[in-house]
């Protein structure tokens, strides 16, 4: 499986920035989805993730409320809009995979990755 992410950029507080996550190869390997983020300095840690199937939906405490996460099964594709974002929101975000279908917080439960894409929000 091959995740390609995109939509990162620089944005204001309280605007919003849209990021999309394009799979393709053997999908069908892929069972859920999840969001991820890491600043400088820190670990990464979960944002969001979907379950192909049902689309069931997971989300941090710490963007719940401001970001949704959804998918289009037919375009392969996992989108995670965030609104109200915040400077604290500013990190390297990134798009993962697992074969199995449960959406767990653990990256290292994730068996593909896509490339990283920067997000900036400034005060």
């Known amino acids: 499986v091959q995740l390609q992410a995109s939509g990162g950029g620089l944005v204001q507080a309280g605007g919003s920035l849209r990021l999309s996550c394009a799979a393709s190869g053997r999908t069908f390997s892929a069972r859920s989805m999840g969001w991820f983020r890491q600043a400088p300095g820190k670990e990464r840690e979960f944002v969001a993730g979907i379950t192909w199937s049902g689309g069931s939906t997971y989300y941090a405490d710490s963007v719940k409320d401001r970001f949704t996460i959804s998918r289009d099964n037919a375009k392969k594709t996992v989108v995670l809009q965030m609104n109200s974002l915040k400077p604290e929101d500013t990190a390297v975000y990134y798009c993962?995979?697992?074969?199995?279908?449960?959406?767990?917080?653990?990256?290292?439960?994730?068996?593909?990755w896509g490339q990283g894409t920067q997000v900036t929000v400034s005060s």
């Open positions: 993962a995979a697992r074969s199995r279908v449960v959406v767990t917080i653990t990256p290292e439960d994730y068996d593909y």
